[in-house]
């Protein structure tokens, strides 16, 4: 399959993907069950890795600072229903964090820890667990479910990332900093790319 081909592969796999992803917020609303099973829509896509070589998401330029580079693989014209690849070069320790909006993360390669925290009474997070984002695994989470990323080792790790709707819009996310126990808002994401054109 030439670089043509599996662009070309890979955008169709993804329209079906997000399809069936739309079709399942449709007939279920915004529901645990629902985004389980968005999930695993996004589990049996990453199942072809043939269409998402590392190869084609080149990673973050060595003279930036930045340990990830984020990929547009779909959006809808409303900006909902967005869809990255991201690839991560370890050296990542997110603070815990809320979305605004559904969530969905799913394994391709390598590993992402996910820890996974709950409100405490004094307006702090406490850990209640740990996942480990692989392949053939992948988080599910709610709008105001509460999260931090983890990735060590200086291995490629590459994911799905889903969410309601895209980065760019949410300019509401909130995440707490331990040190001074004080909840902030992240600013709107930048810098996510397109992939570039196959030669």
């Known amino acids: 399959m030439t670089a043509k081909e599996r662009a070309a592969a890979r955008a169709e ?26 999930r695993d829509v996004l589990i049996d896509l990453a199942k072809r890795r043939d269409l998402f070589p590392l190869e084609d998401f080149p990673p973050p330029e060595a003279t930036t600072a930045r340990k990830n580079a984020l990929y ?45 925290y709950d409100p405490t009474d004094d307006g702090a997070v406490a850990e209640r667990e740990q996942f480990v984002v692989e392949a053939g695994t992948g988080l599910a989470l709610m709008p105001d479910d509460l999260h931090s990323i983890h990735i060590e080792g200086d291995a490629p790790v590459l994911n799905f990332h889903m969410y309601g709707l895209a980065l760019e819009q949410l300019d509401r996310r909130r995440y707490y900093n331990p040190e001074t126990h004080v909840w902030k808002h992240f600013p709107a994401s930048e810098g996510i790319r397109d992939l570039p054109a196959p030669a």
Do not use: C, K
């Not at 079906?16 to 449709?26: D, T």
């Open 13 to 38: 796999a993804v329209r079906v993907a997000m399809m069936q992803v739309r079709a399942i917020e449709v007939a279920q609303g915004v529901t645990r069950q629902a985004i389980a099973d968005m």
């Open 72 to 116: 547009r693989l779909s959006e809808d014209p409303d900006h909902r229903f967005a869809l990255y690849a991201q690839l991560s070069m370890g050296g990542t320790n997110s603070p815990a964090h809320d979305h605004t909006t559904w969530a969905v993360i799913v394994g391709m390669e390598g590993q992402e820890v996910n820890r996974l």
